[in-house]
T-cell receptor, first 116, second 112 residues
């Protein structure tokens, strides 16, 4: 299966701990996006990355959140000092690139973060 | 005002009927539109994309776009119980290339 892969699928952290979410894009895709879905809310864009570059981080909270997509390996979304309000489903999507407005994004299975 | 608006539903249709899902958007710079299906506890799954005014058909699904009215719709013919899910409308704005802006979704229930 060459789909978008995310791990872990479920992550439990206590307040103040760090959460690391990983995403491997579909084969042949070089663009990665992170979205967050709070309970009973819609999907919200967080950050858009290409290899070694953050293209758009306009949806990222200013503090505690960071993302990277290194030359080798998966994209990482890192949340430091987690709080209960960070509990959500975090989805990664990937796209092949090309014309931006026709560039279709495919979603991974998500990581469900629970902060105790 | 939300950028992409959908009626949250639930929209209930009998099996075999046509389900009509609607979406409006406020940003005239929106250039492309996507419909995703999301089952409870699962990730969004792409159903269709549409970029030009008019209709686009794929199997039982037809997407309709009217840029003048800033309106997008998804028709599902011969609805099946397996179509019961939340349908998400999303747009991409040329000025914020590649960032999907989602509506909150419409929950569809197909009854036997």
């Amino acid at each position: 299966n060459a789909g978008v892969m995310q791990n872990p699928r479920h992550l439990v952290r206590r307040r103040g701990q760090e959460a690391r979410l990983r995403c491997s894009p579909m084969k042949g895709h070089s663009h990665v996006y992170w979205y967050r879905q709070l309970p009973e809310e819609g999907l919200k864009f967080m950050v858009y990355l290409q290899k070694e570059n953050i293209i758009d981080e306009s949806g990222m909270p200013k503090e505690r959140f960071s993302a990277e997509f290194p030359k080798e390996g998966p994209s990482i979304l890192r949340i430091q000092q987690v709080v209960r309000g960070d509990s959500a489903a975090y989805f990664c999507a990937s796209s092949p690139g090309g014309l931006s407005f026709t560039d279709t994004q495919y979603f991974g299975p998500g990581t469900r973060l629970t902060v105790l | 005002q939300k950028e992409v608006e959908q009626n949250s539903g639930p929209l209930s249709v009998p099996e075999g009927a046509i389900a009509s899902l609607n979406c409006t958007y406020s940003d005239r710079g929106s250039q492309s539109f996507f419909w995703y299906r999301q089952y409870s506890g699962k990730s969004p799954e792409l159903i269709m994309s549409i970029y030009s005014n008019g209709d686009k058909e794929d199997g039982r699904f037809t997407a309709q776009l009217n840029k003048a009215s800033q309106y997008v719709s998804l028709l599902i013919r011969d609805s099946q119980p397996s179509d019961s899910a939340t349908y998400l409308c999303a747009s991409i704005n040329t000025g914020t290339a590649s960032k999907l802006t989602f509506g909150t979704g419409t929950r569809l229930q197909v009854t036997l």
